[in-house]
């Protein structure tokens, strides 16, 4: 008979789910902002969604870096018994796709990306991922921010997507991008990632990985507030 597993040793294997749980505030927040409600609601304001786009374009092109460093860290300190560079270099494949998709979308809604001047919450929040990029912040600590990351957006347009809403017809690709099954299911493999890490990271390593969770989500609030104009 295997020996029952202790409270601790359950919430460690699953250390985002119990996460999740301790901060649900902060985490509905992201993911169930007023601007995603806006849009999930048919009410969203055109200028908006138009600031956001704008925005965003600026962040991904941060994000592909970032990327690049998690992928790095992946092989420097991954035994990719996981499959870890396949589900990385999956996600980074789909970065040339978005960065055109976003080109794309711009040229639709008339906004002039050479024109784009970064905000201060975009600002903030390019420091911040060029602060995991250090060779000091370990794979687990970047791994999880990159998992949050995609988590937010894959849970937040997801929700648009459900019967139901009054999502506009106009934004529909703009949710099935990252609220697709598919996305889903690649967030889950990162979730597992970081999971599997955490199970087996030190008690410093997990209380780092858990400031750069709050750390994301504090970020992505503040992207969604400056999307309306609240920031």
Same mark, same amino acid.
């Given at each position: 008979m295997q020996p029952q597993k202790t409270r601790e040793e359950v919430e460690k294997i699953n250390m985002i789910d119990t996460w999740l749980k301790k901060h649900r505030l902060?985490?509905?927040?992201?993911?169930?902002?007023?601007? %995603?409600?806006? %849009?999930?609601?048919?009410?969203?304001?055109?200028?908006?969604?138009?600031?956001?786009?704008?925005?965003?374009? %600026?962040?991904?092109?941060?994000?592909v870096s970032f990327v690049a460093s998690v992928l790095i860290k992946a092989w420097k300190e991954s035994d990719d018994s996981g499959g870890d560079m396949e589900v990385l270099l999956g996600g980074m494949a789909?970065?040339?796709?978005? %960065?055109?998709?976003?080109?794309?979308?711009a040229s639709k809604w008339g906004v002039q990306l050479s024109d784009i001047v970064p905000q201060?919450?975009?600002?903030?929040?390019?420091?911040?991922?060029?602060?995991?990029?250090?060779?000091?912040v370990n794979y687990t600590v970047a791994i999880t921010a990159f998992w949050a990351i995609e988590a937010v957006y894959q849970q937040s347009f997801a929700l648009c997507l459900e019967d139901?809403?009054?999502?506009?017809?106009?934004?529909?690709?703009?949710?099935?991008?990252?609220?697709?099954?598919?996305?889903?299911?690649?967030?889950?493999?990162?979730?597992?990632?970081?999971?599997?890490?955490?199970?087996?990271?030190?008690?410093?390593?997990?209380?780092?990985?858990?400031?750069?969770?709050?750390?994301v989500l504090e970020h992505e609030v503040n992207f969604w507030n400056m999307s309306r104009g609240a920031a």
């Open positions: 902060i985490y509905v927040g992201a993911t169930r902002h007023p601007f %995603i409600l806006s %849009i999930r609601d048919g009410t969203v304001n055109l200028s908006s969604f138009k600031t956001w786009l704008g925005q965003d374009y %600026i962040f991904v092109r941060a994000f789909a970065l040339n796709d978005e %960065i055109q998709w976003f080109k794309n979308e201060k919450a975009n600002k903030d929040y390019c420091r911040f991922l060029e602060s995991l990029m250090s060779s000091e139901g809403t009054n999502t506009p017809s106009d934004l529909q690709a703009t949710c099935q991008r990252w609220g697709n099954d598919g996305f889903g299911k690649y967030c889950h493999s990162l979730k597992q990632i970081v999971n599997r890490r955490l199970k087996k990271a030190s008690d410093d390593e997990i209380k780092k990985a858990e400031v750069a969770l709050l750390d």
